[in-house]
């Protein structure tokens, strides 16, 4: 069986400006959203507070417990119902955290009890202090940062085979970030400009591969965010560790099309890059697309069976995985080809 | 004439390997090695960050100068107008007269050489000193305070009862707690979070509380608390003593400390016996102040104040106060520990019922048998015969994850079953741009044995790249993770190392059997 053809051609490079288009809007959209909302919505690993899970016998009104809870003095904020429907699971957060934590959720589980007559369960509870809230959000971005690092340093490496580029590279990279860290800037400035002087370098040196595939990566975790900000969900632990591995796993279908064409490069070296260009593209399209479809297949059934505690992790990865595949075709190759411009004139 | 070669040798012992580890979870006791560890969201339980505030423990450090060194002034009869702690951890002294200046340098020098002299200025004969710690004193302090509390914390769960805890220093002065399995949550936060410093201090019976409460306290002295409920009624009341503040004897000298029911009331209370010199001092204090009160404070909560009806000896005391047997228990479990050197904040707790924790694995499990199940089915419809490899390749996989998790007693959590589901779908990843690559050389007019070599080779460097870059990503995360996240780089990296090798080993190894010793000579594929 075969769903993608052989001798299947189509003309993706002539379509690289409306996916520009349709990339940039997208990234327009993210960032649009992150203002409205005041920047990324954290969860309380990241924001501090409580947050406990609560599973009823029988079927119940958010508006009970919102009203059964009024009476207690915790700083409730928000009341939530929480995986299956059949389930009668509610999410509630508090924002307060240590002081309160004490023996909150047994006065919960009492008030519940008798605002609703039915029993409750207290399911799971979260206390995250300020404090290390905001340690595991340093903690968060600089796993980020090292993650994107590394995986710069190896590609550059890698898909030019210039290793001493490649350390050329890091020794700059670490440099420049030395430096920031001297005027003491907060920890997304220190990525955003490691970013730029990443793509900078990439730009000096000539590392157009690298640079697609970066590029690509960027898009692909600036999409995903969007998609959390505009879907109002919350940034997590579970999140970043999905962020990360789409991070890790974007770049699989970049590279297998960036292998292709370096091996057609060989083989016809006297056409013109953006016939080889769409040439790579169909021939890897079939491995893109079934790479992607059976992890999918997998994610999938995780967001559908795995419960309300990995839902958004599931969902992130969907994201990226749809993503990333999408641009290691419409932005990871084209910009090869941006490149090649930019060389005749 | 067949070689040896490396492939099956490496093939067999990696999986007879996987499978021995594993074995123990499937089948308990068949060979004395660990199941595989369940993290505290599978299995239940509580995870607890606290904070050692060492500053306090710097501060009472620095009371406890402050206190020696007034003592050794008078007694030198040195002419002290003021000696006070001042901003948490400095001494501030103003001496009077030539001859009191001279005695108290001398007394600084000879008896707190280890005090640094942070000002001096001197004017009309009066000196004025401020004095403290020397910072790398203070961070001994500080350690010291830390190590002690995770020590006294460890006893303390220790006898509490609880299967399996994990207690460690995270960083400078938080100490991390794992207490799987644990219901009474509460109960545990109470024991562990008390300070439990036991102290016994005479009443000021010269004073007047009243006067005290106005905001008059005299400076020897202080108001402490005895709460007391009401059975009938609920309602807690707080009656106000005025103790003073010098500390006769504490929980430091304590051997034992056990629960007794009283004969009379039937009411648990605590009984405590101090070592030898506990015990002399105990005696010494209780003959000199006959018919005065005596209070026993526990945490700066007075918990009973009886009057001292004649001298005691023997060394045991007993604390009473409205305990239930449970609530006794704990007191002398904490007492027992002894006291922790400063007081703890909890900054971060995580509790999971064991109910949920069973949800969690039965939901894992259930995504991930669905998520396989759709997955190999759709290797073997679009690729046939060597789907069938790929998915018996897949299947070795997840045995080597678990093989890999127990052999390395790392923690399986949700995140790490997620991380499980997910290799399943990218290690077929690997299998698909090999049979995707054997397909092109084949259309090309190769024979299967050569379409099989040429797709293996070409294949593998693009394998290897994809792969490092996720194991990457999986490496920063476990570094940087804790608890649940860490489980999943856990998960990702084995599931990585795991799909390297079935891919390019083993399913190789099938092939090349396949193709060269039963000499097939077509590929189902």
Known sequence: MQFIKPDININFIAKRYIAFVVSAVMILITIISLIIHHGPKYGIDFAGGTLIQIKFDAPTRIADIKTGLGNLDIGISSVQ??????????????????????????????????????????????????????????????????ALLFI??????????????????????MFAVYILQ?????????MAGALLVTLVLFWFLELKYAMGAVVALIH???????????????????????????IGYSLNDTIIVFDRIRENLRKHHKKRLDFILNKSINETLGRTILTSATTLMVLITLFIFG??????????????????????????????LAWQKRQRT | MKKLSWRPVAVLIVILTAIVYVLPSVWPGVWPHKKINLGLDLQGGMHLVLEVDTNKAVEDAIERIAQELRSRLRKERVRVLALDRVHGTQISTRVVGKASIDQFYKTLDTDFKEMRILSESESDETLTVVINLPDQEAEQIKKLATDQALETIRNRIDQFGVSEPDIRNQG????????????????????????????????????????????????????????????????????????????????????????????????????????????????RITEQNVKKRLAIVLDDKVYSAPVIQEKISGGSARITGQFTTEQARDLAIALRAGALPAPVNILEERT???????????????????????????????????????????????????????????????????????????????????????????????????????????????????????????????????????????????????????ALVLSRLIFDYLLINRKIKSVSI
């Open chain 1, 152 to 173: 710069t340093i190896y590609i550059s490496g890698r898909f030019e085979l210039k290793w001493m580029l490649s350390g050329v590279m890091a020794g700059t990279l």
């Open chain 1, 81 to 146: 119902e929480f995986g299956d429907a059949t389930d009668y699971e509610f999410l509630v957060r508090a924002k307060g955290s240590a002081s309160i934590s004490e023996d909150v959720s047994l006065k919960i589980e009492e008030v519940l009890e008798s605002a609703t007559s039915g029993q409750v369960e207290i399911r799971r509870v979260e206390m995250v202090g300020p404090q290390v809230g905001k340690d595991l959000r340093e903690k968060a971005l600089l796993a980020m940062f090292f």
């Open chain 1, 220 to 246: 692909d975790v600036t999409i995903t965010i969007g998609l959390f900000s505009i879907f109002g969900k919350e940034f997590t632990l579970p999140i970043i560790a999905a962020l990360l591995t789409i």
């Open chain 2, 172 to 283: 400078k002065n938080r100490i991390l707690i794992q207490l799987p399995g644990i219901k009474d949550t509460k109960r545990a936060k109470n024991l562990i979070g008390r300070t439990a410093l036991l102290e016994f201090k005479l009443l000021d019976e010269t004073n007047d509380i009243g006067a005290a409460l106005q905001g008059n306290v005299p400076p020897e002295s202080e108001i402490l608390y005895e709460d007391s409920q009401d059975p009938t009624t609920n309602r807690t009341t707080k009656t106000p003593y005025l103790v003073k503040k010098r500390t006769l004897l504490t929980g430091a000298q304590l051997v034992d400390a056990r629960v007794q029911i009283d004969s009379q009331y039937n009411d648990p209370y605590v009984s405590i016996e101090f070592d030898k010199k506990g015990g002399r001092i105990f005696e």
């Open chain 1, 307 to 336: 419960g309300g505690i990995i839902h958004d992790f599931a969902f992130a990865m969907i994201v990226g995985v749809l993503v990333g595949t999408y641009s290691s075709i419409f932005v990871a190759s084209p910009i090869l």
């Open chain 2, 352 to 502: 999971v019922g064991p109910s949920l924790g069973a949800d969690s694995i039965r939901k894992g499990l259930m995504s991930m048998c669905v998520g396989g199940i759709l997955v190999m089915l759709f290797m073997i419809i679009y690729y046939k015969g060597s789907g069938i490899i790929a998915d018996l390749a897949l299947m070795l996989n997840i045995v080597i994850i678990a093989g890999g998790l127990a052999a390395f007693q790392a923690t399986l959590t949700l995140p790490g079953i997620a991380g499980i589901i997910l290799t399943i779908g990218m290690a077929v990843d690997a299998n698909v741009l090999i049979f995707e690559r054997i397909r092109e050389e084949m259309n090309l007019g190769k024979t299967p044995r050569a379409a099989v070599d040429a797709g293996y080779s070409r294949a593998t460097l693009t394998i290897l790249d994809a792969n490092v870059t996720t194991l990457i990503a999986a490496l920063v995360l476990f570094q940087f993770g804790t608890g649940p996240v860490k489980g999943f780089a856990v998960t990702l990296s084995l599931g990585v190392l795991a799909s390297l090798f079935t």
């Open chain 1, 182 to 190: 001297l005027f003491a800037v907060s920890i997304p400035v220190l």
